[in-house]
C-alpha cells in the first residue's frame, strides 16, 4: 500500500544518521559514510514524488506506527499541507548536505546531527498528535544546539547555549498547552481535538482550550522567531556555520512557522489572524531596520530572516485562502534565496576571515560564479523581477487586501533593498570604487574555497530561484492545489503597471536609504541601534508580553 511510504520519509534520515557512525570506525571510508547519510535523502524524495498524485487529489494518507491507530499509537498524517512541509525539508536539506561534504572539516559527526535534524523536521512535518510535536522540536533543538556550536568560537558557543535555553523555555509553554488539552479533552490526536473542540462551540468560547492555544504559539512562535520571541536567532544563525546557518533559516524556521499555522487552522483559531496579521508588519519592519544597522555581513543576513519571515506571518494573518497560499509561496521561495544568500555569504566571510562587510574586499574575480549566485540571491529578496521574490511578494500585495498593515511591508521592500547594496561590495565593488585584487591566504583557501562540489549547489539553488519567479504563476497554483485541492480561482498581474511603479519606486527609496545609511550621521545611528540588545531579564519579559498578547485577543 502507499501508506506505507510515509515512514520511509521519517525513518530514511535516521537511518543516513545511523550509517554515517561508521564513519567514525573506519575513518578511511569516512567521507564514503557521509556521502551515503546524504544519499538517504532518495527515500523521502521518492516516496513524496510517489505519493504526490494521490495526495494532490485530495487524499489524507495514515500510517499507524506498530499498527496501533489513535489514540493509542502514533500516526504519520500526510496531507497537502504535510506533503509541502516534508517536500521543503526534501528540497533544501540535501543542497545544503552536499554543500558541506564538499567541505572535509565536516566529519560524520557533523553528518550524524544534520541527518538528526532532518529527522526532528520530518517528525514535526507528519506526526498526527501533539506530543509527538513535541518530540520532534526537541530533537530539533538538541540537533541545533550542537550545530550551532560546532566550530567551537566563543561566539558559536554563547549563541548556541542562547538557543537552547530560550528554546527550552519556548516549549515550556508548548508543554503546558499540551498538558491543558490532555486534562479537560484527553485525547492528544490533533484531528480528534479540532472534533471536540467543534462540538464544545469552538476555541475561543472555552477559556482553557483558548490559552492553551496561546501557549502552543508561544512554544511554536520561538521557533519561528517573529516578534517578541525573535532574540535567539541573530546570534544562532551569525555565528553558527555556514551551512549550519543555512539550513535553519532556510528550513528550521519554516517547519516551526507551518505546524503553528496547522494548529491555528485545525482548532479554530481564526480569531487571531488581526493579531498575527500585526505581529507580522511590525517584525518585518522593525527586523529589516537592524538589518540594515549592521555591519557583521552574517547578522545582517539573519536579521532579514526574522524580517522576511514578517511577510509571511503577515500575510497569512490577512485570513484568505489567497493569503494562505502567497504565505506558502513565499516561504518556499524564502528557503531558495536565503539558504542560497547564506552559503555565498557565509563563504566570502570564510575566505577573508573577518565579518565585517566594510573589510570584505570585492570576491567577485576571485570566485565569480559565487557572485553571480549572490547576485540572484540579492535580487530575489529585494523582490526584483524575473525571480522569485518578486512573484511571491506580489501575491502578498494581493493577499494583503489593501491592509493597512500593508504600508509597513511596503517601506521593508525599499529598506531591504538597501541592505542588500551595501551587503553585495563582498562581492561587488561601488561603482566609483576599483575592483581590487583579491589577497589570498592558504589556510583559508584550503578551508573554505569552494570547490566544484560547493559551485553546483549554489548554481542549483540560483537556478531554482530563477524558475520560481519566471513560473510563479504555476508554482502559486500548485500550492494552492496542494492546499485546498484546486486550482486559483484568483489570478493576478505580475507585471502590472501599478506594481511596476510600486518596484520602480522602491528601488530609488532603497537606494536612497542606502547612501543615507552610509554616510557619517548614519553610520553613529547604526551604531546606537546595534547597541539595543535586550537582556536576558528583558527577553523574558518579551516572553510573557507575546503570551497576554495571544491569551487577551479572543476578549
Given at each position: 500500500?502507499?501508506?506505507?511510504?510515509?515512514?520511509?520519509i521519517?525513518?530514511?534520515?535516521?537511518?543516513?544518521?545511523?550509517l554515517?557512525?561508521?564513519?567514525?570506525?573506519f575513518?578511511?571510508?569516512?567521507g564514503?559514510?557521509?556521502?551515503?547519510?546524504?544519499?538517504?535523502?532518495?527515500?523521502?524524495?521518492f516516496?513524496?514524488?510517489?505519493?504526490?498524485?494521490p495526495?494532490a487529489g485530495?487524499?489524507?494518507?495514515?500510517?499507524?506506527?506498530g499498527?496501533?491507530?489513535?489514540?493509542y499509537g502514533?500516526?504519520l498524517?500526510?496531507?497537502?499541507?504535510?506533503?509541502?512541509?516534508?517536500?521543503?525539508?526534501?528540497?533544501i536539506?540535501?543542497?545544503?548536505a552536499?554543500f558541506?561534504?564538499?567541505?572535509?572539516?565536516?566529519g560524520?559527526?557533523?553528518?550524524?546531527?544534520?541527518?538528526?535534524?532532518?529527522?526532528g523536521?520530518?517528525g514535526?512535518?507528519?506526526t498526527?498528535?501533539?506530543?509527538t510535536?513535541?518530540?520532534?522540536f526537541?530533537?530539533?533543538?538538541?540537533?541545533?544546539?550542537?550545530?550551532?556550536?560546532w566550530?567551537?568560537?566563543?561566539?558559536?558557543?554563547?549563541?548556541?547555549?542562547?538557543y537552547?535555553?530560550?528554546?527550552?523555555?519556548g516549549i515550556?509553554?508548548?508543554?503546558?498547552?499540551i498538558?491543558l488539552?490532555?486534562?479537560?479533552l484527553?485525547?492528544?490526536s490533533?484531528?480528534?481535538?479540532?472534533?471536540?473542540?467543534?462540538?464544545?462551540?469552538g476555541?475561543?468560547?472555552t477559556?482553557?482550550?483558548?490559552?492553551?492555544?496561546?501557549?502552543?504559539?508561544?512554544?511554536?512562535?520561538?521557533?519561528?522567531?517573529f516578534?517578541?520571541?525573535?532574540?535567539?536567532?541573530?546570534?544562532?544563525?551569525?555565528?553558527a556555520?555556514?551551512p549550519?546557518?543555512?539550513?535553519l533559516?532556510g528550513?528550521?524556521?519554516k517547519?516551526?512557522f507551518?505546524?503553528m499555522?496547522?494548529?491555528?487552522?485545525e482548532?479554530?483559531?481564526?480569531?487571531?489572524w488581526?493579531?498575527?496579521?500585526?505581529?507580522g508588519a511590525?517584525?518585518?519592519i522593525s527586523a529589516v531596520v537592524?538589518?540594515?544597522a549592521?555591519?557583521?555581513a552574517?547578522?545582517?543576513?539573519?536579521y532579514?530572516?526574522i524580517s522576511?519571515m514578517?511577510?509571511?506571518?503577515?500575510?497569512?494573518?490577512?485570513g484568505?485562502?489567497?493569503?494562505?497560499?502567497?504565505?506558502?509561496?513565499?516561504?518556499?521561495?524564502h528557503?531558495?534565496?536565503k539558504?542560497l544568500?547564506f552559503?555565498?555569504?557565509?563563504?566570502?566571510?570564510?575566505?577573508?576571515?573577518?565579518?565585517?562587510l566594510?573589510?570584505i574586499?570585492a570576491?567577485?574575480r576571485?570566485?565569480p560564479?559565487f557572485?553571480?549566485a549572490?547576485?540572484?540571491g540579492?535580487?530575489?529578496?529585494?523582490g526584483?523581477?524575473?525571480?522569485n521574490?518578486?512573484a511571491?511578494?506580489?501575491y502578498?500585495?494581493?493577499?494583503?487586501?489593501?491592509?493597512?498593515?500593508?504600508?509597513l511591508?511596503?517601506?521593508?521592500?525599499?529598506?531591504?533593498?538597501?541592505?542588500?547594496?551595501?551587503l553585495?561590495?563582498?562581492y561587488f565593488p561601488?561603482?566609483?570604487?576599483?575592483?581590487p585584487?583579491?589577497?589570498?591566504?592558504?589556510a583559508?583557501d584550503?578551508?573554505?574555497?569552494p570547490?566544484k562540489?560547493e559551485h553546483?549547489?549554489?548554481?542549483?539553488?540560483?537556478l531554482?530561484?530563477?524558475?520560481?519567479?519566471?513560473?510563479g504563476v504555476?508554482?502559486a497554483g500548485?500550492?494552492?492545489?496542494?492546499?485546498?485541492?484546486?486550482?486559483l480561482?484568483?489570478?493576478i498581474?505580475?507585471?502590472g503597471?501599478?506594481?511596476?511603479?510600486?518596484?520602480?519606486?522602491?528601488?530609488?527609496?532603497g537606494?536612497?536609504?542606502?547612501r543615507l545609511?552610509t554616510?557619517?550621521?548614519?553610520?553613529?545611528?547604526?551604531?546606537?541601534?546595534?547597541?539595543?540588545?535586550?537582556?536576558l531579564h528583558?527577553?523574558?519579559?518579551?516572553?510573557?508580553?507575546?503570551?497576554?498578547a495571544?491569551?487577551a485577543?479572543?476578549?
Open positions: 500500500m502507499t501508506e506505507n511510504l510515509i515512514i520511509w521519517l525513518v530514511s534520515p535516521l537511518f543516513g544518521g545511523a554515517v557512525l561508521f564513519g567514525k570506525i575513518k578511511r571510508a569516512e564514503f559514510f557521509c556521502l551515503l547519510s546524504v544519499l538517504s535523502f532518495a527515500g523521502p524524495i516516496s513524496l514524488l510517489r505519493l504526490l498524485k495526495v485530495g487524499a489524507v494518507l495514515f500510517y499507524s506506527l499498527g496501533w491507530a489513535e489514540p502514533i500516526s498524517v500526510l496531507d497537502g499541507f504535510a506533503w509541502i512541509s516534508a517536500a521543503l525539508i526534501s528540497l536539506t540535501p543542497l545544503i552536499l558541506a561534504l564538499g567541505n572535509r572539516k565536516y560524520a559527526r557533523f553528518f550524524f546531527f544534520l541527518m538528526l535534524l532532518s529527522g523536521m520530518y514535526v512535518a507528519l498526527g498528535d501533539l506530543f510535536m513535541f518530540v520532534g526537541e530533537i530539533i533543538a538538541i540537533s541545533a544546539y550542537v550545530l550551532i556550536a566550530e567551537g568560537t566563543p561566539t558559536g558557543l554563547v549563541a548556541s547555549f542562547k537552547l535555553m530560550l528554546s527550552t523555555t515550556l509553554f508548548f508543554l503546558f498547552g498538558f488539552i490532555y486534562r479537560d484527553g485525547v492528544l490533533i484531528d480528534r481535538i479540532s472534533t471536540l473542540l467543534q462540538s464544545a462551540g476555541v475561543r468560547n477559556p482553557t482550550m483558548h490559552l492553551a492555544l496561546a501557549s502552543l504559539c508561544v512554544g511554536i512562535g520561538v521557533r519561528t522567531a516578534i517578541p520571541f525573535h532574540t535567539w536567532l541573530p546570534e544562532a544563525h551569525a555565528y556555520p555556514h549550519v546557518s543555512a539550513l533559516s528550513v528550521l524556521i517547519v516551526s507551518f505546524a499555522v496547522r494548529i491555528l487552522l482548532f479554530g483559531g481564526s480569531y487571531m488581526e493579531l498575527l496579521l500585526w505581529i511590525v517584525t518585518a537592524s538589518a540594515l549592521q555591519s557583521d552574517k547578522r545582517l543576513l539573519a532579514h530572516s522576511q514578517g511577510y509571511i506571518l503577515a500575510v497569512f494573518g490577512a484568505s485562502s489567497f493569503a494562505l497560499s502567497a504565505s506558502f509561496f513565499h516561504a518556499l521561495n528557503a531558495l534565496f539558504s544568500l552559503l555565498t555569504v557565509g563563504t566570502a566571510v570564510g575566505l577573508r576571515g573577518v565579518r565585517n566594510y573589510k574586499s570576491l567577485g576571485r570566485i560564479l557572485g553571480l549572490f547576485f540572484v540579492a535580487l530575489s529578496i529585494s526584483i523581477p524575473p525571480f521574490g518578486f511571491s511578494k506580489a502578498i500585495s494581493s493577499g494583503m487586501g489593501g491592509s493597512p498593515a500593508y504600508v511591508l511596503w517601506i521593508t521592500s525599499f529598506l531591504t533593498i538597501a541592505s542588500f547594496v551595501k553585495s561590495r563582498i561601488g561603482p566609483k570604487e576599483p575592483f585584487a583579491a589577497p589570498q591566504n592558504a583559508l584550503r578551508e573554505y574555497l570547490g562540489l553546483l549547489v549554489v548554481i542549483v539553488l540560483a531554482l530561484c530563477l524558475g520560481s519567479g519566471v513560473f504555476q508554482v500548485f500550492l494552492n492545489t496542494l492546499l485546498y485541492k484546486q486550482e480561482t484568483y489570478s498581474s505580475l507585471f503597471w501599478k506594481k511596476m511603479l510600486s518596484l520602480l519606486t522602491a528601488v530609488i527609496m537606494l536612497a536609504a542606502f545609511v554616510t557619517s550621521w548614519g553610520k553613529r545611528l547604526s551604531s546606537r541601534l546595534k547597541a539595543l540588545a535586550p537582556d528583558t527577553v523574558l519579559i518579551f516572553f510573557f508580553i507575546g503570551l497576554l495571544f491569551a485577543v479572543a476578549y
